[in-house]
């Protein structure tokens, strides 16, 4: 028994293949559309690359970028279709072209699914390579005068001003790494030398952050140093008073950041699916309705169109069977004492054998 059959006249058809001719150009249109949203990705990411440890974070913004592409060339393919199929000599031609054509498309739709899920599981992807990326950056933000490196200090202190945000995890990260370079320290300082000889790393460790951690809002002028020392400030207590820098951590601001941009693509992305979806729906209906069209000879009359011919479980049975068989077409069997027709032939003499010939009478 055929799933969801639809009755169609001649003018339900006609109206059917122009609607859908109209719905194919929004398509290539859609399409346009997934292909400038993955490669908007592909930029924000490409803006922070060297924030960010390799891995595989543009896989979403590639998978974005060819699934538009293919939108685009199907669905173009697919209104040429449409148009034909308005008349039943011309969809002669496509008659072969059109199950295979919906076979491929439903292939791509589930393709444009898959990338709108992956725009939501990004996030853990994301997170690690921020993670490890800033934390190599901030590292090594110090070295101002090593080809490299040297344009990491700019890089961090644009995107701590820019995300308001300060350190990997927060501002206690500057406190773990010598962040001054040292031709910048002054080596006949008794406080100098005393801070390098306080750890066995040998380094100049402070409580202090960069400029670029200060909150200019803050009415207080802003507090680099000893951030963690209340003495050192006139009323002033690290503990209870809000401090003037920025608190959340950069990571966490970048995180939010994309993962907001992540969320419009993918819901963006889910719509386009389900329109093209239900475009398909009605390729299929136009397909199967003149397919019945031409089978019953009256180009003028009625004729049934449905997504499945039979049944989704009698569907699955009869496609898990084509696939079982695929390999059992040319499999030779070697078990031994099967007979098999292409030997053991009797031969045959096909030597000469003497035939007697009457003799052709003389002529008198």
């Avoid at 595989?56 to 699934?67: E, K, Q």
């Avoid at 200019?216 to 400030?233: D, F, G």
């Avoid at 009323?235 to 959340?248: A, P, R």
Wanted: proline share 2%; charged share 20%.
């Amino acid at each position: 028994m055929a799933v969801l059959k639809v009755k169609f006249t001649k003018t339900k058809r006609d109206k059917l293949a122009q609607i859908l001719w109209i719905l194919n150009w929004v398509s290539v249109v859609s399409g346009i559309i997934l292909f400038s949203l993955g490669l908007f990705l592909k930029i924000e990411i490409k803006k922070r690359n060297e924030v960010m440890a390799k891995g595989d974070v543009n896989s979403v913004p590639n998978m974005l970028i060819s699934v538009g592409v293919i939108a685009c060339i199907i669905n173009f393919l697919g209104g040429k279709i449409c148009y034909d199929c308005s008349d039943a000599n011309k969809f002669s031609r496509w008659k072969l072209v059109m199950l295979p054509y919906i076979v491929c498309t439903f292939c791509f739709t589930f393709c444009i699914l898959v990338g709108a899920l992956m725009c939501y599981t990004m996030r853990n992807e994301l997170e690690e390579s921020l993670y490890l990326g800033l934390r190599d950056a901030i590292k090594f933000y110090k070295d101002t005068d090593i080809p490299g490196r040297c344009f990491l200090k700019k890089t961090v202190d644009m995107l701590q001003i820019g995300f308001q945000c300060c350190g990997n995890n927060g501002f206690r990260d500057w406190f773990e790494i010598q962040w001054v370079s040292a031709r910048y320290l002054n080596m006949a300082s008794k406080e100098v030398l005393d801070r390098l000889k306080s750890n066995v790393d040998g380094k100049f460790l402070v409580d202090g952050v960069p400029f670029s951690c200060c909150n200019p809002s803050s009415p207080r002028p802003c507090i680099q140093y000893q951030l963690t020392n209340n003495s050192a400030h006139y009323n002033y207590d690290f503990l209870t008073e809000e401090l003037n820098i920025w608190v959340k951590g950069c990571r966490e601001a970048l995180l939010d950041y994309y993962t907001a941009i992540m969320r419009s693509i993918g819901i963006t992305t889910l719509l386009i699916w389900l329109f093209e979806l239900s475009v398909l729906t009605g390729v299929r209906y136009l397909q199967t309705a003149m397919k019945n069209v031409l089978l019953l000879g009256d180009l003028e009359g009625e004729s049934d169109g449905w997504l499945l011919e039979n049944s989704f479980v009698e569907t699955a049975k009869y496609n898990i069977n084509i696939i079982k068989n695929l390999g059992k077409a040319n499999q030779i069997s070697t078990v031994s004492g099967m007979n098999d027709p292409n030997i053991d032939i009797q031969n045959t003499n096909c030597s000469k054998t003497n035939v007697t010939t009457k003799s052709i009478p003389a002529a008198s």
